[in-house]
């Protein structure tokens, strides 16, 4: 959410339809929780002085988080006639506490637009009393230059090597690696991966696995379990310079997510990243993934807990470094194409700019 509004902001500067007024918090993830409630002050007293001021046509508010400033100034806003709207990104809307589930409605009552990041977090606004007449589905974007053009694969896979300071005895020759990035917890279906998916897979198919979190016992437990040891490598934290290098010098990018009660995948950032690094994505067919790849142009779908179906889909790669060549240019076409900033920041404008 907070590379989302930082890099749309950053693509709305360089729209020439529109000029911008930022309010963007800048915080370390540890001290967000901290940060926010003075933001959200500072905010209030700021939009009080653009109104008052008759400065402002619309407020996009990057998460129903800080759209909760849209019910506490209502009639200010109501009565300098400025509309409101919000990007939603999943988790946002669909926390299972149940005063803010109470809070929620209020926020789209207060809301001139909503817009959520995918069909599948639009469905989970509207569930929750969201009109339809205000929701408008806008995709989540990357910054084209975040990432070093693509070189060779040798190039690539001795930057991989080297960020990571390893030998590039590391995997074999004819090594197909698989790739994962972000948090571990139970919906992202890294342990499922492991445990059905990976033990099916030849000796020369490797998964590296960057990110953290509560699933991580539980996922080395799996790996060693079946004797994964040497094969499935948990990175940890990573830094930019090494998540590039990941998505440049991996072949496929796995998103095996799983169905959770109460949370959800909104979209995928790193599926775009992924792309970026021209890394052909294999994803499960569920909740706002299905808005990320579309089938042969950017990675393959199967559904979600269908282990023959991932199998088939690496295989389908597997001693294939030409069709690994082909996708991956093809992945990052369509990604730079469809989905970068200026594209989507244009569909912003335009939804925007019918508000008023």
């Not at 926390?95 to 803010?100: A, D, E, L, Q, V």
């Not at 009109?131 to 990357?142: A, I, R």
């Not at 000796?203 to 079946?226: F, S």
């Not at 792309?275 to 142009?297: C, F, N």
Request: aromatic fraction near 8%.
């Amino acid at each position: 959410m907070q590379r989302v509004a930082t890099e749309l902001y950053e693509a709305l500067l360089e729209n020439q339809q529109v000029e911008v007024e930022p309010m963007v918090l800048r915080s370390t993830w540890e001290r967000t929780h901290i940060n926010t409630p003075f933001f959200i002050l500072r905010s209030i007293r700021d939009i009080k002085r653009l109104l008052k001021n008759d400065a402002v046509d619309v407020i996009l508010f990057s998460s129903m988080v800080t759209a909760s400033i849209a019910v506490l100034i209502n009639k200010s806003i109501k009565r300098a006639g400025v509309k409101t709207a919000a990007i939603v990104h999943g988790q946002d809307v669909t926390t299972p506490f149940g005063p803010y589930q109470k809070f929620v409605p209020k926020v789209f009552n207060a809301l001139d637009a909503v817009l959520p990041v995918s069909r599948a977090t639009g469905e989970q606004c509207t569930f929750r009393g969201l009109p339809e007449s205000k929701l408008h589905v806008l995709p989540n974007g990357v910054k084209l230059d975040r990432f070093a053009a693509l070189a060779s694969f040798e190039t690539m896979r001795t930057a991989l090597f080297k960020a990571f300071d390893m030998p590039d005895t590391q995997l074999p020759d004819d090594a197909l690696l698989l790739c994962s990035v972000g948090r571990q917890v139970k919906r992202k279906g890294f342990d499922w991966f492991i445990d059905n998916v990976m033990p099916r897979l030849p000796d020369n198919v490797h998964y590296w696995l960057a990110g953290d979190g509560p699933e991580g016992p539980q996922i080395e437990a799996l790996a060693k379990k079946h004797k994964l040891g040497n094969r499935v490598r948990l990175l940890g934290r990573v830094s930019d310079e090494q998540l590039a290098c990941l998505y440049r010098g991996a072949d496929l990018f796995m998103m095996p997510n799983v169905p959770v009660h109460g949370t959800m995948e909104g979209f995928g950032v790193v599926m775009l990243e992924a792309g970026m690094g021209g890394l052909p994505v294999v994803a499960s067919r569920l909740e706002g993934i299905q808005d990320v790849i579309t089938e042969g142009q950017n990675g393959h779908y199967v559904e979600s807990g269908d282990a023959d179906g991932f199998v088939n889909a690496i295989m389908a790669y597997h001693n294939k470094p030409a069709d690994i060549a082909t996708a991956s240019k093809r992945a990052f076409e369509h990604t730079a194409h469809t989905f970068g900033w200026q594209t989507v920041a244009g569909q912003y404008v335009d939804v925007l700019a019918g508000l008023r």
